[in-house]
């Protein structure tokens, strides 16, 4: 059973840049599918980004050009870069990883279904 743990959360001013981590317990290598979900105060929660063997990279429409999405394998880790971040990106941001995934994993009418895997989450927040 592999743990993910985030960090990099904080308070930032609108305008600013955070970059979340995921580190993953395992070998990263062997995962084709991690996302970044954010869920705020009353809010369902949200896929923001994610990268699989065969859907490749996506954003949401609303971070789109402001938010990127990374691995890097050797430090088994996801990240997720944020920039001019605004009081609407406020939200408790969680890693998600599919263990089950493939190279060839099947999307139908989505890009990503979210794994077993969950991190604690890290709190965004963004003041104006």
């Known amino acids: 059973q592999g743990q993910l743990v985030e960090s990099g959360g904080g308070l930032v001013q609108a305008g600013g840049s955070l970059r979340l981590s995921c580190l993953f317990s395992g070998n990263l290598s062997r995962i084709h599918a991690m996302a970044w979900y954010r869920q705020a105060p009353g809010k369902q929660r949200e896929l923001v980004a994610s990268?699989?063997?065969?859907?490749?990279?996506n954003y949401v429409d609303s971070v789109k050009g402001r938010f990127t999405i990374s691995r890097d394998d050797a430090k088994n880790t996801l990240y997720l870069q944020m920039n001019s971040l605004k009081p609407e990106d406020t939200a408790v941001y969680y890693c998600?990883?599919?263990?089950?995934?493939?190279?060839?994993?099947?999307?139908?009418?989505?890009?990503?279904?979210?794994?077993?895997?969950w991190g604690q989450g890290t709190q965004v927040t963004v003041s104006s």
């Open positions: 990268i699989t063997a065969t859907t490749g990279i």
């Open positions: 998600n990883a599919d263990p089950t995934s493939t190279r060839g994993t099947i999307y139908r009418g989505s890009y990503y279904y979210p794994g077993d895997y």
